[in-house]
């Protein structure tokens, strides 16, 4: 099956479940999921896998063992391209596009706090940054309350220094070409603003 877009069905879908989030209402609709939903992603996935690697599809049922929310499942669609550190999302508010690391290890923070109070690799990632902003992507990530202990408080990148893991991402609703196969480059063309923040993060973070 080639990619043929993400029908406006998907998010009609996720609109619905969040109004009606029980075991009922998922096995009547679960058809429109495996077709409207899973089935365009696989085959997106499968199309973007030689350029950006294979993706993981998430579950779409919650873990609710420990959460005081229990309704049984997500409502929304993630897929991981974890060999480039990329991620898309289909929801009731239609496609987000993300990357970036939003887990790290101590060593890993460690060494993003290197890099960014680093003479040159910081002013790097602030230049990185407003440009990813220019391209209307939001900056995100864990962030602690203030800045790390080794660090002066009034250290030029303290907000950066604050950021235990950072990430940037787009909310593109549904635009005109979502349903079609144009979407693919589309798709393409939103992660390619992000790839310069991962670059950065693979060069001086990088896997343990």
Same mark, same amino acid.
């Given at each position: 099956m080639s990619f043929q877009g993400i029908p406006i069905a998907a998010l009609d879908f996720y609109e619905d479940l969040d109004a009606d989030n029980t075991k009922s209402f998922w096995t009547a609709h679960k058809h429109i999921y495996d077709e409207s939903v899973r089935a365009p992603i696989e085959a997106l996935a499968a199309e973007l896998e030689k350029q950006f690697g294979p993706a993981k599809l998430f579950r779409p049922y919650r873990d609710v063992r420990f959460a005081k929310d229990k309704t049984p499942y997500k409502t929304h669609q993630g897929a991981w391209f974890s060999e480039s550190s990329l991620y898309l999302q289909v929801s009731a508010a239609g496609l987000r596009l993300a990357g970036g690391y939003w887990e790290t290890s101590t060593t890993q923070v460690e060494r993003l706090r290197r890099a960014v109070a680093d003479d040159v690799a910081g002013p790097q990632l602030e230049r990185t940054l407003a440009?990813? &902003? &220019?391209?209307?992507?939001?900056?995100?990530?864990?962030?602690?309350? &203030?800045?790390?202990?080794?660090?002066?408080k009034n250290h030029p990148r303290a907000e950066l220094l604050r950021y235990k893991t950072l990430t940037a991402a787009a909310d593109l609703g549904?635009?005109?070409?979502?349903?079609?196969?144009?979407?693919?480059?589309?798709?393409?063309?939103?992660? &390619?603003?992000?790839v310069p923040l991962i670059a950065w993060l693979d060069t001086h973070v990088g896997n343990d």
């Open positions: 440009t990813a &902003r &220019r391209k209307k992507l939001t900056i995100g990530g864990e962030q602690l309350t &203030r800045v790390p202990s080794g660090y002066p549904c635009p005109d070409w979502l349903g079609t196969p144009k979407a693919k480059a589309e798709i393409v063309k939103g992660w &390619r603003g992000i």
